[in-house]
């Protein structure tokens, strides 16, 4: 399968689309507030429940209690949905690698940023736990999510070779961070299944072989 043939798997199916069937009708006034997470968390809930292809956009937009062209406003489609808390994890982990002083060692860097990047709340933890359990399960979404993970590498290449003093298209730095960045998702993927401690414990576990002797 070519690249473009999974992000074509990826794509929401026809009746997902802001202009289909009516949205639940609201009153004119001032506009609802939306706490996208909020929306986020109880549609990964319904998923678990009802199934994640039987679950329309317009499911959603009755259970948070709000307009379709709300929710299309926050969540295209049900990929982004399921994909929409990396990037604050992304940023989080930007912020720490970008801010980094001399003083750290490199990989003292790189795991204070998984650290802080997946410090959590209660409820952003279930969200992320069933968003990965969700993503093993239905390959399509990881190939939505190329954007994202692509946004991470980057993160990841541009550190490395500031640290290294290397070439970011260097091999070594190239395959560095994508040994590490696989290993953060895969452990991910991992935790959302089969731990109940914390998802930056499993990751700086998994990071951990790879870390050494950099």
Request: avoid cysteine.
């Amino acid at each position: 399968m070519t690249w473009s043939d999974s992000l074509a798997a990826a794509s929401p199916s026809g009746g997902d689309s802001p202009d289909a069937a009516p949205a639940p009708t609201r009153r004119r006034g001032r506009p609802a507030d939306v706490d996208p997470e909020r929306v986020a968390l109880l549609a990964l809930r319904h998923f678990d429940e009802h199934g994640y292809e039987q679950t329309t956009m317009d499911d959603i937009a009755r259970l948070a209690g709000i307009g379709r062209r709300t929710l299309f406003r926050y969540f295209p489609s049900k990929p982004a949905l399921v994909w929409g808390g990396i990037e604050p994890v992304v940023g989080r982990m930007h912020a720490v690698l970008d801010a980094a002083g001399d003083d750290e060692t490199t990989r003292d860097v790189l795991e204070r940023a998984v650290s802080e990047s997946l410090a959590m709340t209660p409820e952003a933890e279930e969200a992320t736990r069933r968003r990965m359990t969700l993503m093993g399960t239905h390959p399509a979404l990881i190939a939505f999510g190329l954007t994202a993970i692509a946004a991470n590498r980057h993160v990841l290449v541009e550190f490395l070779a500031r640290r290294l003093e290397a070439d970011p298209s260097s091999l070594r730095v190239q395959v560095l961070a994508d040994a590490l960045g696989s290993a953060d998702f895969s452990a991910l993927l991992w935790w959302a299944r089969h731990s109940d401690g914390s998802p930056a414990e499993v990751v700086l576990a998994a990071m951990d072989e790879l870390l050494r002797g950099i």
